[in-house]
């Protein structure tokens, strides 16, 4: 069973940055692609960056320039650093995982908290 396991999050103030971790278990990962979404207070969960096998990535325009993905995969981990932190980028974050092969993000993470201070 696949599981996915946040961390990182915390309170910061605008301006400042936080680095998220991933950590996923239960079988390789290295094919898969990974990712984070994220969910405002009274929203719905919305698209942050999502990173291929490859090393391919890909970033919602809001995030783009101040967040960067990466992936270690001889640790099954991905990360997204999180710099020029904004308030509206407050929220709890998900990782998700694609399987190669499929189509959904079949396997979400229980999320975790980030809140930017203005």
């Known amino acids: 069973q696949v599981q996915l396991v946040e961390s990182g999050g915390g309170l910061v103030q605008a301006g400042g940055s936080l680095r998220l971790s991933c950590a996923a278990s239960?079988?390789?990962?290295?094919?898969?692609?990974m990712g984070w979404f994220r969910q405002a207070p009274g929203k719905d969960r919305d698209f942050v960056s999502s990173?291929?096998?490859?090393?391919?990535?890909t970033y919602a325009d809001s995030v783009k320039g101040r967040f960067t993905i990466s992936r270690d995969n001889a640790k099954n981990t991905v990360y997204l650093q999180m710099n020029s932190l904004k308030p509206e980028d407050t929220g709890v974050y998900y990782c998700v995982l694609k399987t190669k092969g499929y189509s959904g993000w079949g396997s979400w993470g229980q999320g975790t908290q980030v809140t930017v201070s203005s």
């Open positions: 239960g079988r390789t990962f290295s094919s898969d692609t």
């Open positions: 990173i291929m096998w490859s090393g391919s990535s």
